[in-house]
């Protein structure tokens, strides 16, 4: 068993988060959107961070996982919120924050809004730091409005297993992932359970002109040691756009694991969480202003 599950109530339904160890400095995971969740997420984090001294934190976002049913509209400020419970819950006054794309988002905003809670961030190819080229824009946009789009006409397609494969191979991996079979059995199981599409959030973020959320004005103000984890094959998230966010944030390190896609946690599970659990027992003094790139090779 990964972890124990605990269920933390709220008003639309309830929030599930896996936790795994009971002492050491506390670390919460925020996994990504669409079909994602914990588990898929941080399968192999979960262990690893426990096993470094870590007492383990990881939550379903509202609607995926274990957080079902939710009622109501999760966008970024209840997001944000989501984060707030569970440090509450959980009796957490300060906690690292390890965050993926739309995980890596929330992370990156909840240290601009609550900085006292955040001991040290980590995000790995992070959404709200990327703008689109106009009609791009506004054809995301018609997405994002669009349940059609967003939610009935991916869930139908999403219901073939080998469609799932094909996804996986082009939009979340970029190499040989050694446990890709049961990843794709565990992201087809969710489908066919829940159902495929963006989220609140994704669809949330963008406005019609422009992205309606839009961290980079207020990166300068994060203050905790900042480690960016990038693949360079990622499909998503362009690594120029996670290293001139790395660049705003004051003394903040900038991760590149060549060869990786966009969940380059899953495709290069042991490069990453070394990385990560390096970075998280750093000393103070080592683990802010000394800013710099890195290139993670394969071994």
Request: net charge positive.
């Amino acid at each position: 068993m990964v972890g124990e599950s605990v269920h933390i109530p709220q008003p639309e339904g309830g929030l599930r988060v896996i936790v795994r160890g009971d002492t050491g400095p506390p670390v919460l995971l925020l996994s990504g959107a669409g079909v994602d969740n914990a588990m898929l997420s941080w399968r192999h984090a979960i262990p690893a961070l426990a096993a470094a001294g870590h007492r383990v934190f990881a939550l379903d976002w509202p609607k995926q996982g274990g957080s079902k049913p939710w009622q109501g509209f999760a966008g970024h400020d209840r997001m944000i919120e989501c984060v707030t419970a569970v440090l509450d819950h959980f009796g957490l006054r300060q906690a690292a924050l390890v965050g993926l794309s739309q995980g890596g988002a929330i992370a990156l905003a909840y240290t601009i809004r609550h900085p006292e809670r955040v001991s040290r961030l980590v995000a790995l190819a992070p959404a709200g730091v990327i703008s689109f080229p106009p009609v791009v824009h506004q054809m995301l946009w018609l997405t994002a409005k669009s349940r059609l789009l967003n939610r009935t006409i991916p869930s139908l397609v999403f219901r073939s297993r080998a469609a799932c494969a094909w996804f996986a191979r082009r939009a979340l991996f970029a190499g040989p992932v050694a446990d890709f079979e049961e990843i794709v059995d565990e992201y087809h199981a969710d489908v066919l359970a829940n159902g495929a599409g963006s989220s609140d959030w994704q669809n949330d973020s963008i406005g019609f002109r422009r992205m309606r959320v839009d961290l980079r004005p207020e990166l300068p103000t994060i203050s905790c040691p900042t480690l960016f984890i990038q693949g360079s094959q990622d499909a998503g998230v362009r690594p120029r756009h996670t290293r001139a966010a790395a660049g705003l944030v004051p003394g903040a390190r900038f991760e590149l694991i060549e060869g990786a896609g966009h969940w380059s946690n899953r495709q290069e599970p042991e490069r990453v969480n070394a990385l990560i659990t390096g970075f998280l027992r750093e000393s103070p003094a080592s683990g802010h202003g000394d800013p710099g790139e890195n290139t993670t090779m394969r071994s």
